[in-house]
């Protein structure tokens, strides 16, 4: 279940069981599964193989952005 956490449009965060994490985009943070305490907003951020399932204190901004680490933020893809 999800606690504290705020997931806004569709598959967002579907399958996180972690605390206090923020998703906003069609499938914002839907590869997390038990990390706690990040936000991933835009299409797709967070959703990505590469994406660390347990990440915590993370944050990814924009499409199909991800983190690889705890404490970590990333902006933009490799488009950019």
């Known amino acids: ?13 579907q399958v996180a069981t972690g ?3 923020t998703a906003v985009g069609r499938l ?3 590869t997390l599964t038990t990390g706690s305490s990040n936000t991933f907003l835009g299409y797709s951020a967070g959703n990505n193989a590469s994406q660390k399932v347990d990440a915590a204190n993370s944050m990814a901004l924009g499409n199909g952005t991800y983190t690889t680490a705890d404490n970590q933020a990333v902006y933009g893809n490799a488009s950019m």
């Not at 279940?1 to 965060?13: E, F, K, Q, T, V």
């Open 1 to 13: 279940s999800l606690h504290d956490a705020l997931p806004i449009c569709g598959r967002s965060l």
């Open 28 to 30: 914002a943070g839907y």
């Open 19 to 21: 605390n206090d994490n």
